[in-house]
């Protein structure tokens, strides 16, 4: 069975600081997707990436990094320069690409992130 | 674009009473459904997928159920509250793409159920 764990339950740093939120995943397959979600105070679960496993290619997107690592069934995920907007529940996920339409997303049990300004 | 629609926003219900929640999607056709429950500072549970009109799954047995009575509609029901049913109650959806894949899930603004 997969399974996705987030060792860092809380977070804080102070503003400007650069931060990483880890993420470990488990699976028996060779094909499978990985997320990030951030969830702000409002609650609503905002999707951030998607990576697949073929691709271990580190993703930049802004302020925003991702590092996929299969040796070590890593997918850590690093804010730089953090802002205070940046405080949120992050939310790491794995799916399987199984058969069609039997898909689901397993979620760590998140990471919150406060930012200190 | 694609739009998701979850009322109510917030709901306060005694023990015992009736509960309906509904999801809407917008823009997508034959989308995957779900619903999820997030108990306060906690992660989230997944309760029903839908694949099709009138294909439920279900994740965790309880005194909930679901439907999905339309293509893009689901809801989530019961006939008596616990206090246990507390939390905040996301609906995602989900593309089919060619080659069954699931892609990432696109959530709701929730709906916040507090019962007493």
């Known amino acids: 069975a997969q399974k996705v764990t987030q060792a860092q339950t809380e977070i804080s740093v102070v503003e400007k600081e650069d931060v990483t939120l880890d993420c470990v995943y488990e699976t028996r397959d060779t094909t499978y997707y990985l997320f990030w979600y951030k969830q702000p105070p409002s609650g609503e679960l905002v999707f951030l990436i998607r990576r697949n496993s073929f691709d271990e290619q580190n993703e930049i997107s802004g302020r925003y990094s991702w590092n996929f690592q299969k040796s070590t069934s890593s997918f850590n995920f690093t804010i730089t320069a953090s802002q205070v907007v940046d405080s949120a529940v992050y939310f790491c996920a794995l799916s399987e690409a199984g058969g069609f339409g039997n898909e689901k997303l397993t979620f760590g049990t998140g990471t919150r992130l406060t930012i200190i300004p | 674009s694609q739009t998701i629609h979850q009322w109510p926003a917030t709901l306060v219900q005694p023990v015992g009473s009736p509960l309906s929640l509904e999801c809407t999607v917008e823009?997508?056709?034959?989308?995957?459904l779900y619903w999820y429950r997030q108990a306060a500072g906690r992660g989230l549970q997944l309760l029903f997928y839908?694949?099709?009109?009138?294909?439920i799954s279900s994740e965790v047995p309880q005194n909930l159920s679901a439907s999905r009575p339309q293509d893009r509609q689901f809801i989530l029901s019961s006939k008596k509250l616990l206090l246990s049913d507390s939390g905040f109650y996301l609906c995602a959806w989900s593309p089919l793409p060619p080659g069954g894949a699931l892609y990432e899930q696109y959530f709701g603004p929730g709906t916040r159920l507090t019962v007493t």
């Open positions: 839908s694949v099709g009109i009138g294909q």
């Open positions: 823009g997508t056709s034959n989308p995957n």
